[in-house]
């Protein structure tokens, strides 16, 4: 069973940057997309950026701009730089990757993301 493992969480400052990170316990083949949501408390899980196996990216308007996606397809990780972090970014943040022969979705754990003002 393939997990995926995330990294980077943790207290920023408003303005300042973040990485996270996720990789997956073992390559995920025929990769589709990896992605990165969020979720706010008391609110519903967002999706923040996406990337697919093609190199196309598509990020949520609020963070256009201020985050970068990236990945490794061979390694079956992605990344999510964060920068200009606003308290509107603060939250559980979980890696989403879909792949594999019957293009199956995988999930993160979550990572928190706290920012103070």
């Known amino acids: 069973q393939v997990h995926l493992v995330e990294s980077g969480g943790g207290l920023v400052q408003a303005g300042g940057s973040l990485t996270l990170s996720c990789a997956a316990s073992?390559?995920?083949?025929?990769?589709?997309?990896m992605a990165w949501y969020r979720q706010a408390p008391g609110k519903e899980r967002e999706l923040v950026a996406t990337?697919?196996?093609?190199?196309?990216?598509n990020y949520q308007d609020s963070v256009k701009g201020r985050f970068t996606i990236s990945g490794d397809n061979a390694e079956t990780a992605v990344h999510l730089r964060m920068s200009s972090v606003e308290p509107e970014d603060a939250g559980v943040y979980y890696c989403?990757?879909?792949?594999?022969?019957?293009?199956?979705?995988?999930w993160g754990q979550g990572t928190l993301v706290t920012v103070s003002s």
């Open positions: 073992a390559r995920i083949f025929s990769l589709h997309s």
């Open positions: 990337l697919t196996a093609a190199g196309s990216t």
């Open positions: 989403y990757v879909r792949g594999g022969i019957i293009q199956k979705e995988y």
